[in-house]
């Protein structure tokens, strides 16, 4: 009973390792107007793909005129036929198109065809701005339970909780209304007793949150923990995961990210919104024809939906759609593009209109000031960038071997044991230090923000001199006794989150790792700044600063060393360039700020890929085997195709069906007794001359479908894939056809052709497999885990770790 | 600034000047969309708290008795669609009322919760 669980039908077929694998391959295709492929001509023979709807000529009598349901579909773990896909969408377009003359209802129809994409890229920002605000407004809350509650109303969180009482400005966190857990319990908020009460409650919330958050996942959608970047990496190639982008995984992600996020972890919500996005996107799809029967259509929209994911948690619509491009997609047409841009456009829209923070932004961390920057402060920008190329590179290292642990022994076995442990640990160690306790979106916000005149919190604490203050600008002070506390509780800050982190990435919880990368950078940034402000001020006569830092200038800014910390960390880590510096001057809304963040980005790229080649999410994907053929590296070895194809020399010959002369029976023999995805249909055994390839799906579907639905089908019928067969003796069974289901193009490559061109069209066109012939016969077939197989053992990695389908 | 600063820090005279140093920040917000968007997030876990309750208490209960159920009288006889729920799908049975639908649909997430925790839990196959 359990291998029928979601598979439809009834036909068993398993995902062993023999089977062929269908993935795509890809590139980022910026010269193409529209998703046609570059080798269009080579596509005639797809018509019959249609089920014959196309085909005027048939002598038999041929059931096929309508493409059965279930052929064309595909298994769970599978790739799909990107070039299948496309040429499928183009029929349907002409045939819309050359309707449409007809009738005007068939108008219409093709004026609404054309629309729904839009349509559907609107409905994909406005639920997913709406979800983000959601999430948003509910982890601002809930972070803030773990500490009080507030009497005014139990929704309100600390801040909005103070907003309308009389405090005045130094008191502004004690506001009457806001009670903490031992004021509520003990009805006084001093003393060592009611301190570790407070503590005991803190601790006591984060791990009943994360409890709720591990136990959610495991009962409901064990797919929604982690990230989902890797994940949507991969379908986005490709690859078929069914339920991971479903309804039950979009709502356990959504409630268990908050839970996760209040719970005080080390982990960031953004990775997992651009999994709720796509969840969305999926869902949605299903309301257009268009994109329900079409893999491929469905992965563009699915590109859409990840930029308008990054947009929600950035706030910015350009870093969104420059993050799918570059992160996320694979293929990534023109089209795309500005369907994308309208899908982030949308869901910021819908996130501000819905204004979670109370301030019109659509970040908590969004600051904006405009303090000028000088070129010599380049030298310390480039150390954060080293900084964070390095703590990039030993994150990844360092998570990947814990992962990897998780995955082989015991540790993986208890994940709610794991959850909760690390959670204890978590907030045993945060809530001493002030600067843990606070989420860490406002311990980023903090950082990023310059202090001014009333900032009275104790990173600000500087000795003021009022006489000398000229209007709005502060000169740089000296620091008082606040600073040099909070400069200590910063490093200690700053050790505990890039320990822990890596011990939370990856935790069945949903995880991101944005917020704790730029929290990382933004404290190393702070200090760096906070260092050479008083370097500044103490010694404003040495050389280096005497021509632009004068006494009583306001030079240096910590605020903006924070930031560039910030982006070098998240670049080391993830090995974004582009995308990361538009995602950060969107955040800041400081042009003048590109150059210092692209230094920095680039150096700790650099740094960081010195060391390791992977970003994170390529090194998941590597972890668990998903069948993701990399576009951006270079194939460089010498091999040639018959160095991969299969069979090899000892193994038994290719396992072909001819033509015109075996019987259902036959063919049922060879798919019981071979696992392969699919068969070459030649000639006949002894010419070995290529027909075409059929699907092993295919074939079942039709056979099964054949023997239910069509007379005289029975066990010595002989299927035909011809075009037309000669007649029959009256006493012979009726003969099966089983053209239509047959692919006449398939990709053919000879022996001697090298493999680096045997992976460039594989990435380019996106095939499942090509066949592999020698003076014009058959001989063998490379499908793309055979090509993966083989780069990863050129790569001295081991070929059995790439698992699936 | 003149009417909110209290108590003011300098002296009457320099109140103007003290206040030209102001900067002013417009925020607003919206109490109720933070009740509502709260109220809805407590509303949905705690109907999803329920409901993994009901699975993991309640639904081994009611099934225990009728495990044993024949699955060939129940087409005609039977209101009670748990029973029917039970019955290994057989291919061919007519799930036509709401409630035998809505048991198959149920039936069938489950199996496909199970399928994904055997991948991610237990084979460690995928999000490791």
Redesign the interface.
């Given at each position: 009973m359990d291998q029928k669980s979601y598979r439809r039908g009834s036909f068993q077929s398993s995902t062993s390792d023999e089977d062929m694998l269908e993935i795509a391959g890809a590139s980022l295709d910026f010269t193409m107007a529209d998703d046609d492929p570059p080798l269009d001509r080579e596509m005639g023979g797809f018509s019959s793909y249609n089920g014959g709807g196309m085909n005027g000529t048939s002598t038999m009598m041929d059931f096929l005129e309508e493409p059965l349901p279930g052929v064309g579909t595909y298994e769970d773990f599978n790739t799909i036929d990107w070039v299948r896909e496309k040429s499928r969408d183009r029929d349907r377009h002409r045939e819309i198109t050359s309707r449409s003359k007809e009738s005007t209802w068939a108008l219409i129809h093709s004026v609404s065809d054309a629309f729904s994409g839009w349509l559907l890229m609107l409905l994909i920002g406005l639920l997913a701005g709406s979800l983000a605000g959601l999430i948003d407004i509910s982890a601002h809350w809930m972070t803030d339970l773990k500490e009080g509650v507030c009497l005014a109303g139990f929704w309100f969180n600390h801040e909005h909780c103070c907003w309308k009482s009389n405090t005045t400005f130094t008191d502004r966190d004690k506001c009457p209304e806001w009670m903490s857990w031992s004021q509520l319990i003990l009805g006084h908020g001093e003393g060592a007793f009611a301190y570790i009460l407070n503590y005991f409650m803190y601790v006591v919330w984060a791990l009943l949150f994360s409890l709720l958050a591990v136990l959610l996942v495991k009962g409901f959608a064990p797919y929604a923990c982690g990230s989902g970047i890797p994940e949507i990496k991969t379908i986005l190639s490709g690859f078929i995961i069914r339920g991971y982008l479903g309804k039950w995984t979009l709502i356990i992600k959504t409630i268990t990210l908050v839970l996760a996020v209040s719970s005080g972890l080390s982990l960031g919500k953004e990775g997992p919104l651009v999994h709720v996005a796509c969840c969305c996107g999926n869902i949605l799809c299903h309301l257009f024809t268009k994109y329900r029967k079409n893999e491929a259509k469905r992965r563009e929209v699915l590109s859409a939906a990840a930029a308008a994911g990054v947009s929600v948690a950035f706030g910015a619509p350009i870093g969104g759609v420059l993050f799918s491009l570059e992160e996320v997609s694979y293929y990534f047409p023109l089209k795309t593009l500005w369907r994308s841009f309208f899908a982030a456009l949308v869901a910021a829209f819908t996130l501000r209109s819905i204004n979670p923070f109370g301030n019109s932004r659509l970040v908590l961390f969004y600051v904006e000031f405009h303090m000028p920057w000088h070129l010599l402060e380049l030298v310390p920008f480039i150390l954060l960038g080293i900084f964070g190329g390095l703590w990039g590179a030993f994150f990844i290292r360092s998570n990947i071997a814990w992962c990897r642990r998780r995955k082989t022994t015991k540790l993986g076995r208890y994940p709610v044991l794991e959850v909760l442990v690390v959670t204890a640990i978590t907030a045993i160690l945060a809530f001493p230090n002030e600067y843990t306790r606070m989420s860490t979106s406002e311990l980023i916000s903090e950082l990023f923000n310059d202090c001014g005149i009333l900032d009275s919190s104790q990173l600000c604490e500087y000795v003021n001199d009022f006489n000398s203050t000229k209007g709005d600008d502060l000169p740089d002070r000296a620091a008082g006794p606040g600073v040099y506390t909070a400069m200590w509780q910063l490093a200690l800050a700053l050790l505990m989150k890039v320990f822990i982190t890596i011990f939370t990435f990856g935790m069945k919880v949903p995880s991101g790792l944005f917020i704790p990368s730029m929290a990382v950078g933004a404290i190393a940034g702070r200090l760096l700044g906070v260092a050479m402000e008083q370097l500044a001020f103490y010694h404003h006569d040495w050389a280096i600063f005497s021509g632009w830092c004068s006494q009583g200038a306001d030079c240096i800014t910590p605020g903006l060393y924070a930031m560039v910390g910030a982006a070098a960390c998240l670049g080391g880590v993830t090995r974004m360039t582009v995308s990361l510096v538009v995602i950060m001057f969107e955040l800041t809304g400081g042009l003048e700020y590109i150059v210092p963040l692209m230094a920095a980005a680039m150096t700790s790229k650099w740094v960081a890929d010195a060391i390791g080649r992977e970003g994170i999410y390529d090194a998941h994907i590597r972890l668990n085997g998903y069948p993701f053929l990399e576009a951006k590296e270079e194939f460089s070895h010498k091999t040639l195709a018959m160095d991969v194809m299969r069979p090899r020399r000892s193994d038994p010959p290719l396992t072909v069906i001819t033509q015109d002369s075996m019987t259902v029976e036959d063919v049922e023999t060879i798919i019981n007794e071979t696992t392969y995805s699919g068969y070459p249909v030649v000639v006949s055994r002894e010419s070995q001359r290529l027909v075409g390839f059929v699907l092993r799906r295919d074939l079942i579907i039709s056979i099964e479908n054949a023997r239910k639905k069509q007379d005289g089908i029975v066990s010595t019928s002989i299927i035909y894939f011809t075009d037309h067969s000669p007649p029959l003796p009256p006493s012979s069974p009726s003969m099966l056809k089983l053209r239509s289901i047959l692919d006449l193009s398939p990709f053919t490559v000879t022996d001697q052709t090298p493999m680096e061109i045997v992976v460039d069209i594989f990435r380019k066109l996106g095939l499942r497999q090509c066949l592999v012939t020698h003076n014009g016969k058959l001989l063998g077939i490379i499908t793309k885990k055979d090509v993966l197989k083989h780069i990863a053992q050129l790569a001295n990695q081991d070929p059995d770790s790439i698992l699936f389908n | 600034c003149l009417h909110v600063?209290?108590p003011m820090p300098v002296p009457g005279s320099d109140v103007e000047a003290y206040c030209l140093?102001c900067?002013c920040?417009?925020?607003?917000?919206?109490?109720t969309?933070?009740?509502v968007?709260?109220?809805?997030?407590l509303s949905?876990?705690g109907a999803?708290?329920l409901y993994?309750a009901f699975?993991?208490l309640v639904d081994p209960l009611i099934r225990k008795p009728d495990a044993y159920t024949q699955p060939l009288h129940n087409e005609e006889e039977n209101e009670d669609t748990r029973s029917l729920g039970t019955a290994?799908?057989v291919?061919g049975a007519r799930p036509n009322t709401v409630l035998e639908r809505v048991e198959g649909a149920q039936q069938?997430?489950k199996?496909?919760?199970?399928?994904?925790?055997k991948?991610?839990?237990d084979r460690?196959?995928?999000?490791?």
């Open positions: - | 600063v209290q140093l900067e920040r417009y925020e607003e917000r919206s109490t969309t933070i009740k968007i709260i109220i809805i997030y949905v876990v999803l708290l993994m699975l993991v290994p799908a291919p069938r997430w199996r496909q919760v199970q399928e994904q925790r991948t991610v839990f460690h196959k995928m999000l490791s």
